[in-house]
């Protein structure tokens, strides 16, 4: 079985650039959550979604980060403008249900120079 | 927060049993023992949880006192490829509801040592 598909590995951007990140769930998992690590530090979540609907994005700084999942499936993290502090690896996950086991991707390494 | 203790390293010989240890003395009767590792540069890998029977799989064994406040997570045979971080995450699980997240700590650095 196929697990977390993520996408770019790695990324270096400017300060002040856009960057986006893509997600592929294991098949037939409805939540899926972004996290994002910083060097030294365990994951923190982002934000959640169950099917296509957010769970929960209490943690996601919205003036500058955005994530959609409209088909239920695949999502896509994006930031925007980017800052310094944004250098970190961003963890897809993904579960079968929200309660069940959670299966994490490689990660996206980002660093904003 | 996190709601586990860990001590930050421990060192291990190759091909002995490694013992990581975890405190969650405010653990909730909903709530369940998970273990992740990560290691370097790959994300977090589930290795097995438990709510206060001890379990055992094919990767470890995880042992859980009768009072739910403490767990140690055993690798019987340690090898290289098992220096990582191990996080110890308490965490409700179910079929209802929404916010079953799981929030991690800093974790144990195990270095495995030939």
């Known amino acids: 079985e196929a697990g977390v598909a993520q996408s770019p590995r790695y990324k270096i951007i400017e300060k002040r650039q856009s960057v986006a990140f893509w997600c592929n769930p294991i098949?037939?998992?409805?939540?899926l959550y972004w996290y994002q690590q910083i060097l030294g530090q365990g994951p923190k979540l982002l934000i959640q979604?169950?099917?296509?609907?957010?769970?929960?994005d209490s943690q996601l700084p919205k003036d500058r980060f955005s994530a959609e999942r409209l088909k239920g499936v695949d999502s896509t993290l994006k930031i925007q403008p980017a800052k310094l502090e944004d250098s970190a690896v961003y963890l897809c996950?993904?579960?079968?249900?929200?309660?069940?086991?959670?299966?994490f991707g490689e990660g996206s390494w980002l660093t904003v120079v | 927060d996190a709601k586990t203790t860990q001590p930050p390293s421990m060192d291990c010989a190759e091909g002995r049993a490694a013992n990581l240890p975890c405190n969650h003395s405010?653990?909730?009767?909903?709530?369940?023992v998970y273990w992740y590792r990560q290691i370097h540069s790959q994300g977090p890998q589930y290795i097995i949880h438990?709510?206060?029977n001890n379990e055992t799989n094919e990767m470890a064994s995880l042992i859980i006192t009768e009072d739910r406040k403490s767990s140690t997570l055993i690798l019987p045979h340690a090898t290289l490829r098992d220096t990582a971080v191990y996080y110890c995450?308490?965490?409700?699980?179910?079929?209802?509801?929404?916010?079953?997240?799981?929030?991690f700590g800093k974790g144990t650095l195990l270095t495995v040592n030939p």
């Open positions: 405010t653990i909730s009767g909903n709530e369940y």
């Open positions: 995450i308490v965490r409700v699980v179910g079929s209802g509801g929404s916010n079953y997240k799981l929030t």
């Open positions: 979604f169950q099917n296509n609907g957010v769970v929960d």
């Open positions: 996950a993904s579960s079968l249900y929200p309660g069940s086991t959670i299966y």
């Open positions: 098949s037939g998992h409805a939540t």
């Open positions: 438990g709510l206060k």
